[in-house]
């Protein structure tokens, strides 16, 4: 099955700057994801989007996190106003518990 | 929050002898448990899952165990081999819910 296509791979931006991270997860899925990981910690949900709408989010997933999924095929995260703490590996993800998620290779997002 | 955790951060063990990986969880709603393998700069990658109706899956080199009363699970790689280095990530989810509950990993080391 095709991959899940993370862009950019690496982005560095200033405190107090928006982001946002693409996914393209492949169109007849129904759930998909949202998963960071800061260095040298656990792999940690941000927040689940079924049916073009969130189903779950997580505490860390505040009013400076959005998703969107634009066009049907793109699936979206943005960060209005970026923190230090904000720096950590974005992994997108579709599918589900049953068959296996299929995660992204990731969006390194740096803060300075 | 420390719902499935993985004791031990780092494992070395010969190529061609057996790899236990341990992963213990606290939250009895869990119902379905999934290993992950990673590699640096790369999103998880799906090894294998275990429902928690069985207490056994096997695909090839690996196999999954499941203890309920103890609420432990294990991964166990035979024959291992040096491409098996990587993190090794347990994770679950509960009845209803999609996302995953990670635990902090554990580096895998395969020595020739």
């Known amino acids: 099955e095709p991959e899940v296509t993370q862009t950019p791979s690496h982005q560095v931006t200033q405190m107090g700057q928006e982001v946002i991270l693409r996914c393209v997860p492949i169109?007849?899925?129904?759930?998909f994801y949202w998963y960071r990981q800061i260095l040298g910690q656990k792999v940690e949900f941000l927040v689940s989007?079924?049916?073009?709408?969130?189903?779950?989010k997580s505490e860390i997933f505040d009013d400076q996190f959005s998703v969107e999924r634009p066009d049907g095929s793109n699936f979206t995260l943005k960060i209005r106003s970026t923190k230090l703490e904000d720096s950590a590996m974005y992994f997108c993800?579709?599918?589900?518990?049953?068959?296996?998620?299929?995660f992204g290779s990731g969006t390194r997002l740096t803060v300075v | 929050d420390q719902q499935v955790k993985q004791n031990s951060p780092s494992l070395s063990v010969q190529e061609g002898r057996i790899s236990i990986l341990n992963c213990d969880y606290t939250?009895?709603?869990?119902?379905?448990f999934l290993w992950y393998k990673k590699y640096p700069a790369e999103g998880p990658t799906f090894l294998i899952s275990?429902?928690?109706?069985?207490d056994k899956n096997e695909d090839g080199r690996f196999t999954v165990f499941l203890n309920k009363s103890a609420k432990h699970l294990s991964l166990h790689i035979v024959p291992s081999q040096p491409g098996d280095s990587a993190v090794y990530f347990c994770?679950?989810?509960?009845?209803?819910?999609?996302?995953?509950?990670f635990g902090q990993g554990t580096r895998l080391t395969i020595n020739p």
């Open positions: 993800a579709r599918g589900g518990t049953v068959y296996g998620y299929t």
């Open positions: 169109s007849n899925h129904l759930y």
């Open positions: 989007f079924y049916n073009n709408e969130i189903s779950e």
């Open positions: 939250n009895s709603m869990f119902d379905y």
């Open positions: 275990i429902s928690s109706i069985k």
């Open positions: 994770a679950a989810s509960d009845r209803g819910a999609q996302k995953l509950v």
